[in-house]
């Protein structure tokens, strides 16, 4: 069985996707899965469902829906016997899953195989894990809880994650010379992010590499009138000691 979060919760078997209830219950899985392998609080959860709204049923209702979930995620279980996956544990429930069975896991793993290669000097290895890794996101991650609560913490982390995991495949690219491959790829992060410096000064490289010395410049001065106009801050020393390089 797996689960993701790299993009609208899904849960699939043997590569079918599986029907996991309504918002209530499926907010339940995200929570359990955010925490997987360590137990959820009862209190927790019923404050994150239903916040200060908590009817008086909200125990009895929080136990129908894990109970409908039990049905879900283990199917063949017989009726009265404690489920192997969503397991209770007092103070309330853990969800028992391996490391692989969750893809934020998986890209954890990929984007760190792909940094090590690619400080040990093996882009070509690096591209591999990091591509890999990436293309395990189909959209933002957790999409369908957006604005919940207890996922905007993980949300922001995943987010940075993929985004410097992404520089770093930029990087791995500069480092087998593939400057104009990734020229188009690079201007459209840097139009998506145009606070951050690293992509800036990957484009700038790539353009001058490739020949675009004059572009390279103006790469320069448009990431300084953003940062100054947003931020109110000059350029860091990396993207001022790369113009004047390329200069």
Do not use: C
Request: net charge negative.
């Amino acid at each position: 069985m797996e689960f993701r979060i790299l993009g609208p919760l899904e849960v699939r078997n043997n590569g079918e996707s599986l029907a996991l209830g309504g918002a209530k219950q499926r907010s339940l899985l995200a929570m359990l899965l955010l925490n997987a392998n360590e137990v959820v609080s009862t209190d927790r959860l019923i404050d994150e469902l239903w916040g200060a709204e908590a009817p008086e049923t909200a125990s009895k209702a929080l136990q129908v829906h894990v109970s409908q979930l039990r049905k879900v995620l283990e199917p063949e279980r017989e009726a009265g016997r404690a489920g192997r996956l969503l397991v209770t544990h007092a103070p309330g429930y853990v969800l028992k899953i391996s490391g692989k069975q969750l893809d934020r896991n998986r890209f954890e793993r990929l984007v760190a195989e792909g940094r090590k290669a690619l400080s040990g000097g093996d882009p070509d290895t690096a591209a591999t894990k990091l591509d890999q890794a990436l293309a395990l996101w189909r959209g933002p991650p957790l999409g369908d809880f957006a604005y919940a609560n207890f996922a905007q913490r993980e949300i922001s982390r995943l987010e940075e994650l993929r985004l410097s995991a992404l520089e770093d495949r930029f990087q791995a690219e500069l480092d087998r010379g593939r400057h104009a491959e990734v020229i188009g790829e690079l201007e459209r992060l840097v139009a998506d992010e145009p606070l951050r410096e690293r992509p800036r000064a990957q484009l700038m490289l790539a353009l001058y590499r490739a020949g675009r010395q004059a572009e390279a410049l103006d790469a320069y001065r448009d990431a300084r009138r953003a940062l100054v106009e947003e931020l109110g801050i000059e350029p860091g020393r990396e993207l001022k000691e790369l113009e004047a390089a390329i200069l």
